[in-house]
């Protein structure tokens, strides 16, 4: 099920709001971006992550078209611009299009590893059976991503 869009609530805090975007990692669990419905002070309140287990899942609040993955964890990729390249250790997908690709180069640096970085999705080309990588088919909304 696609949870971007619905209402959630977190079973340990009592937080309710709307899953505004997910987390997916090559290891652990889905962290799940809730921004809350109710204003603090006038003001939005900032998203809060959690862990997917914790969520009660509920109604849809937004509806979502649907967003296919074109690079799949796990996959090799490279960042068309700077050339950084390695695996795909994780996927960030927002509700209002907008996806971003965590990856994680295979080589140390001075005997340690090099740290994670994160590009939007548009800008990766990736190997992996069956799956294209680059930009995914049609118009999205890139120009808006937060992040």
Known sequence: ????????????TGLKGVVTAK????????????????????????????DEPRLKIGKVHTKVGAMPVTVALGATAKDKVTGFKGIVTGRYT??????????TPEELKDSKPVEP???????????ESGLPGGPR??????????H
């Not at 669990?29 to 921004?35: L, Q, Y």
């Not at 809350?36 to 959690?50: E, F, N, R, S, Y």
């Not at 088919?137 to 937060?146: F, I, L, M, V, W």
């Open 1 to 12: 099920m696609n949870i971007l869009g619905r209402i959630a609530l977190d079973s340990i």
């Open 23 to 50: 987390a997916e990692f090559l290891y652990g669990p889905a962290r799940i971006g809730i921004t809350p419905t109710k204003l603090h002070d006038g003001q939005p309140i900032d998203d809060v992550w959690v």
């Open 94 to 103: 927002f509700l209002n299009g907008c996806i971003r690709i965590e990856i």
């Open 117 to 127: 970085s994160v590009f939007d999705e548009q800008r990766i080309t990736g190997k």
């Open 137 to 146: 088919p049609g118009p999205t909304p890139y120009a808006t991503c937060k």
